[in-house]
RNA sequence: GCCCCCGUCGUCUAACGGUUAGGACACCAGUCUUUCAAGCUGGCGGUAGGAGUUCGAUUCUCCUCGGGGGCGCCA
C-alpha cells in the first residue's frame, strides 16, 4: 500500500493571500484531506529584509478564514539555507554544478546574442570547462555563482493536469543555483526543500511548468526521485489576461469584508478548474473534500466570473441556518449602530426570524446586513424611487396610511391571516386595490419598495414598530 | 525572438471514437405574487478554421489562426 501523500502550499510573502495562491492552497488541501494526507506550509522568503512575520500574517489570516488548516510548518525556506549550500556543495563535487565568474555585463550580452541566433538558452556555457582546481583558485579572490550543469537529451515528465511533457535540455541554459552572495535560488531551495519535506506531490500554479525540468535534473543529479507534479491553470480576469487588481478585487481578504462566506469562495475556487464527475455546483467543505481528485482538474486557464461567484455565494447563503449568519453579522450590525449586543442577546429567536425572511435574498452578508436593517428600531430612510413611484400624492397616501393605522391599532390579534384580511377589507371599503395600500405601507415602514412579503414583515417587526413607522412615515409627509 | 501549454455556448464546465453536444452563471420569457428575491417551466447560445485517419471525430494527427505561461544572481 502507498504512502498517505505528503503535499504542500509554498507561497512567498508579498503581503496578502491572492485568489490564484488561496486555490493553489485549496487544491493541495483538498487533495491531502480527501487522501488522509499532510499538508505542509512553507513560506518561500529568501528575502530575509522584510518583516516576513508582517506579511506572512496577511497569508495565514487568507487560509484560516477560508479553513484551509495545514498538518506541518509554517516552515520559512530561508531556514533552510545551510542545507540548500550543502546540497549545492554535492553538486559542486560530482560535477553537476560549476562556479560561473561571468560578470553581469557579459552575462547581458550573451543574452543578446542568444536572442539574436534565436537560440532559447541566454548562457553559452563558457565557464563549463574550467578545471576545477583552476576554478577553486579563482574562487579565493574572485566574484562567482555556482550554475547547475544541463545534461543533453529531454527532460519528460507526466504531470497529473498536462499529461506528458518534454522539454529539450538544449534550450534550457545552465542556470545559477547560489548566488555570489551565496545564496540559494529559488530552482535549488525548492528542490532541497521539497526533498527534506518528503513532498510526493508537487500541486502548483502552471506559471512554474518551465521550471520543472530544471527541478528534476537536480532531483536527478542529486541521485533521488522527483515527486509528481501537477501543475494547476492560472485564473484569468473577464478580458482573457492575467488576475490583477486592474480587474477588481485579488486578494480573499477583500472578499471576506465585502461580505462572502468561506464556504462560498471555496466552492466557486474550487470550481475554477476543477469539476466533480456529475454537475453538482453547490458544494459545502466537505463534500468538496469527498469528490475532490487532482485528476479532473482542467488544462486551460479559467476566467474568474465574479457574477457565478455572487450567485454561489447566495446559495450559500440561503443554505445557512440562520443561527450562524446571525453570528457572522452581528459584530457589523453593532459596530453601525443598527442594534446593541444586548438586543442580539435577548432577541436571538426574534433575529432568526428576520434572516429567515431576507437571507434568500441576498447574495453577501453586507446585502443581508442592508436588508435587515429595516426591522431594528432605528430610523428609517425613505428611498427617493421608492418615494417617487409610491407617494406620489402625499394627502392620499396620508389619507391611506392613517386609516390604516387605525384599523392596524386595534386589539385584533397581530398574526398574518387577520392583518391580511383587515387590508383587504379596508382596501375594499376605501374602493382601492390591496396594492394601493401595500406598497405605501411597504415605503412607510421599510423606507424601500422592496421587501419580503409585507405581512410578514409586519409580524416579525411586531406592532409597535409598525405603527411609530406609519406615525414617522405621515408626519414626513405633513412636513413635505 | 525562442521554449512549453491550451482552444466546447459571453463565462465556468460535461461528454470509453457513436449523445438530438448535457449542466450551471448571465440574459430573455412565462409561472408564483402586494414588490423584490428565491423556486419552478421554457428560450437564446458552443465544438476557432482547414486538411487528414476512420463506417463514424468535440475526442486521434498535421497546418493556420487565436489565447496563456516562461525565458533573472525574483519567487
Known sequence: MADSPRVRFAPSPTGFLHV????????????????????????????????????????????????????????????GIERHRADVRRLLDSGAAYRCFCTPEQLEEMRDVAREKGRAAAYDGRCR?????????????????????????????????????????????????????GTPTYNLAVVSDDLEMRISHVVRGADHVSNTPKQIQ??????????????????????????????????????????????????????????????????????????FSLDRINVKPAVFDHEKLEWLNGQHIANTSSRRLAELVGSTLIKTGVTT???????????????????????????????????????????????????????????????????????????????ESQLRVLAELMGVGAGKLIHPLRVAITGSAVSPGIFEVMIVMGRELVLSRIDSAIRHLEGA
Open 20 to 79: 490564484g495562491g488561496a486555490r493553489t492552497a485549496l487544491f493541495n488541501w483538498l487533495f491531502a484531506r480527501h487522501e488522509g494526507g499532510i499538508l505542509v506550509l512553507r513560506i518561500e522568503d529568501t528575502d530575509r529584509e522584510r518583516s516576513q512575520s508582517e506579511l506572512t500574517r496577511a497569508i495565514l489570516d487568507g487560509l484560516s478564514w477560508l479553513g484551509i488548516t495545514w498538518d506541518e510548518g509554517p516552515y520559512h525556506q530561508a531556514d
Open 129 to 181: 570547462d574550467i578545471p576545477s582546481d583552476e576554478a577553486e583558485r579563482r574562487a579565493g579572490t574572485e566574484p562567482f555563482t555556482v550554475r547547475f550543469r544541463m545534461p543533453g537529451g529531454d527532460t519528460v515528465w507526466e504531470d497529473i493536469v498536462g499529461g506528458t511533457v518534454r522539454f529539450k535540455n538544449s534550450d534550457i541554459e545552465d542556470f545559477i543555483i547560489l548566488r555570489t552572495d
Open 218 to 291: 537536480i532531483y536527478r543529479a542529486l541521485g533521488l526521485e522527483p515527486p509528481i507534479f501537477c501543475h494547476v491553470p492560472l485564473i484569468m480576469g473577464p478580458d482573457g489576461k492575467r488576475l490583477s487588481k486592474r480587474h477588481g478585487a485579488t486578494a480573499v481578504g477583500e472578499y471576506r469584508t465585502s461580505g462572502f462566506l468561506s464556504s462560498g469562495m471555496n466552492n466557486f475556487l474550487a470550481l475554477l478548474g476543477w469539476s466533480p464527475k456529475d454537475d453538482t455546483e453547490v458544494m459545502e467543505v466537505d463534500e468538496l473534500i469527498a469528490r
Open 341 to 419: 449586543e444586548e438586543e442580539l442577546k435577548t432577541r436571538s429567536e426574534w433575529f432568526d426570524s428576520v434572516l429567515d425572511l431576507v437571507k434568500t435574498r441576498a447574495r453577501t452578508l453586507n446585502e443581508l446586513c442592508e436588508r435587515v436593517r429595516p426591522f431594528f428600531s432605528i430610523d428609517v430612510e425613505f428611498d427617493p424611487a421608492a418615494v417617487k413611484k409610491h407617494w406620489k400624492h402625499p394627502e392620499e397616501v396620508i389619507d391611506r396610511l392613517s386609516k390604516l393605522r387605525s384599523e392596524l391599532s386595534k386589539e385584533d390579534e397581530w398574526n398574518e391571516e387577520e392583518l
